[in-house]
């Protein structure tokens, strides 16, 4: 099966190539996404001309790179760089400019996060991208899965991000909430060696099947649960450990709580928040409610 | 595994179905005409625009009009699952998965918002995945969905998704497609690349100069014999083999010498278990773009050599983007089903840096059991199909 070896965030809190759970416990309160000191990890000559997503994901790329030749690169994105395709569409809707620069066409393009991260790397392996809601990384997941299973080491990512203009409509949409900005990437490979935690499922199914699915797999001894959402509107995930609480809200953020559970697991705390952890605990159920109908399951164990 | 194709759905500039699409690439009718349906366009432009309004579509798709207001891409690819569904109906037996392709998504109703800065509630419609997610709630289809979007190889790295799913015994069955409507969005957006022929597009020509977009919506089942014996649907065609390769070259350009096609196309024959001598055919990409073409023709030559019979159907189309992959798909299972190749148009003088030559008369009556098509998209993104009796 597949198995985690690296991961990388940029979210909200100052996560880039450190542990999500440090800065839980030093409870440092962000509410702004905290980019990493870019120049220092990508060159200056690429950076210039790179969006800021593709940044975000370049940037955990490079964290995630195993020693082993990467063989395919697979992304979850919701919408993209959204920054430019608002910033295409104000070019032929607000002027009346026949001559237009194709720099936010192109970086509009869903695909250009993995192709730039291609480009990059030098990588001319398998290259993908999925987009679905709330529930883009677990397309992208179970793709990866597949790939592993195929005998690639893979570069795995979650990517979104927000804007003003992104927000404003949200508010004119009544919406309860804001979306934030954040990415989290994986390497996965077949190898179990020195792995830090296996995928033993992904599933995509509707939430009235959720009950019954935890009723048949879910064993409170050594099971915990996790759940978060890229809406806020959502009571169901109250009752767990809420990974968007600490990941803002973004429609690929289930990476972020995958993340989270991959460092439950190789942590000794007992208890978070107002959740304690099975003392013999075995396996993490991340359950993402992508939408009022979807949600997204995700099974790790150490 | 034998993975086999059991439903086809196509609605493009040339038909509505399958069939219209068949008479016209066979009587060489091209859908390209000048673009009338969009309104607030900076000047005139050619591409293969279906001449039905969303109304008209609205009808065709419920069979009455509806009230919703719902994104063309959307309409165009309920249209074609439609025909691809045919009466399958969900079954707790078959394990049944969803896959969409598209780059737009509900572009088009972002464009009116962003223009009136009316009806906010549209851009619900915006994310790519909004067409599989109706598509999955029509056809009452409950586990595994996702979107591919990988620019113009879209379809065709859904296809192979789901042909590796089927493989992994992931799934019994799969429906997948692609759709994308012409927009304002990705005319402006290619308009821009200065790679939009105002004429109309001339692949493999030595005179070429660039592509002239289209829209289109193609679905297709996907069925391990588990599920064939179930649902006791008649096998179309099979997939054979999918090569997926990263050209690593340029955000937009294919390398000159096309590696990542190359590479695409060997892992394709690698997974089919072929030698390039066992493809009868060849569906090329074949945008017209000064760059595709003679990146892709090179690949094509190194790998296949000089006598192989290869063509592209984008004049007939236009470059349909992320459903190109799956209508030439369906094409090429047509050119199996009726051992046709159907020719390249506008093609007038051979390139100087090829060898090959593309097909350029209509050739009937030659074995075509293994067919290749190709896809390629921005972030060096290659994909290849084996089509299979």
């Known amino acids: 099966m597949a198995f985690i070896h690296k991961y990388s965030t940029i979210s909200q809190g100052n996560f880039y190539n450190k542990n999500i759970l440090d800065y839980y416990f030093n409870n440092i309160a962000s509410i702004e996404t905290i980019h990493p000191e870019y120049k220092k990890v990508i060159s200056g000559i690429n950076l210039r001309r790179m969006s800021a997503i593709v940044k975000m994901g370049l940037a955990n790329t490079l964290a995630c790179i195993p020693k082993q030749k990467v063989g395919a690169i697979v992304v979850g994105t919701g919408l993209g760089s959204i920054h430019h395709t608002e910033l295409f569409l104000s070019s032929f809707t607000d002027s009346e400019l026949s001559v237009l620069s194709p720099t936010p066409f192109i970086n509009s393009v869903h695909n250009t996060i993995s192709g730039e991260i291609a480009l990059h790397t030098k990588n001319k392996g398998y290259n993908s991208t999925y987009s679905q809601g709330g529930l883009s990384f677990e397309g992208a997941l179970t793709d990866a899965i597949l790939l592993t299973k195929e005998g690639h080491n893979v570069i795995l990512g979650g990517v979104d991000e927000s804007t003003p203009i992104l927000n404003d409509i949200m508010q004119k949409m009544d919406s309860q909430y804001k979306f934030t900005t954040g990415s989290t990437f994986f390497n996965l490979s077949s190898i179990k060696k020195d792995s830090l935690a296996e995928i033993i499922n992904c599933i995509i199914t509707k939430k009235q099947k959720l009950y019954s699915f935890i009723n048949e797999n879910f064993n409170p001894d050594e099971d915990f649960i996790i759940s978060g959402s890229s809406f806020c509107n959502n009571s169901e995930r109250a009752k767990h450990l809420d990974y968007s609480k600490f990941s803002g809200i973004y429609m690929s953020n289930s990476a972020f709580g995958i993340q989270l559970a991959v460092e439950l697991l190789n942590s000794n705390i007992t208890h978070i928040e107002n959740h304690n952890l099975p003392l013999n605990m075995k396996r993490i159920f991340i359950i993402n409610y992508a939408t009022n109908n979807d949600v997204g399951i995700t099974i790790l164990r150490k | ?389």
């Open chain 2, 1 to 389: 595994m034998e993975i086999s194709v059991t439903g086809l759905g196509v609605i493009s500039a040339i038909g509505l179905d399958l069939e219209q699409n068949h008479n016209a690439l066979r009587s060489l009718s091209s859908g390209i005409s000048k673009i009338n349906l969009i309104e607030g366009l900076s000047q005139d432009f050619l591409g293969g625009e279906i001449k039905l309004s969303n109304k008209e579509l609205a009808e065709i798709a419920f069979g009455k009009d509806v009230n919703e207001k719902l994104p063309r891409s959307l309409l165009l690819s309920l249209i074609a699952a439609k025909q691809a569904w045919g009466s399958n109906k969900p079954n707790s037996r078959i394990r049944t998965a969803m896959i969409g392709a598209t780059t737009i998504g509900g572009m088009d109703l972002t464009e009116q918002y962003f223009k009136t800065k009316e009806s906010v509630e549209s851009l619900h419609q915006h994310p790519c995945g909004i067409v599989t997610d109706y598509l999955a709630n029509y056809f009452q289809l409950e586990d595994f969905k996702t979107t591919v979007s990988t620019a113009c190889s879209s379809s065709a790295n859904a296809i192979m998704l789901g042909s590796r799913m089927i493989k992994n015994n992931l799934f019994d069955r799969v429906l997948i497609g692609g759709g994308d409507a012409l927009t304002k969005f990705t005319i402006n957006g290619f308009n821009s690349l200065r790679i939009y022929d105002n004429e109309p597009c001339k692949p493999f020509d030595n005179n070429r100069n660039g592509l002239n977009l289209g829209e289109a919506a193609g679905y297709i089942i996907l069925e391990n014999n588990k599920s064939i014996a179930i649902t006791k649907n008649n096998k179309i065609a099979s997939i054979l083999g999918w090569g997926n390769a990263n050209d690593s070259f340029h955000q937009t350009a294919s390398s000159p010498n096309g590696e990542g096609a190359q590479k695409a196309m060997q892992i394709a024959l690698e997974e089919a278990n072929l030698l390039p001598d066992d493809i009868d055919y060849i569906n090329a990409h074949g945008t017209a773009t000064p760059n595709n073409d003679l990146s892709e023709g090179r690949a094509i030559e190194t790998l296949f050599g000089e006598t192989t019979l290869f063509s592209s159907t984008k004049a007939y189309t236009g470059h349909t983007l992320a459903a190109a992959g799956i209508i030439e798909c369906i094409f090429s299972i047509l050119s199996i089903q009726n051992n046709t190749i159907f020719p390249v148009l506008n093609n007038n003088e051979k390139m100087t840096e090829l060898k090959i030559t593309p097909v350029k008369k209509i050739m009937q009556n030659v074995k075509i059991d293994t067919v290749l098509s190709n896809s390629f998209g921005f972030g060096g993104n290659n994909a290849s199909i084996i089509i299979g009796r």
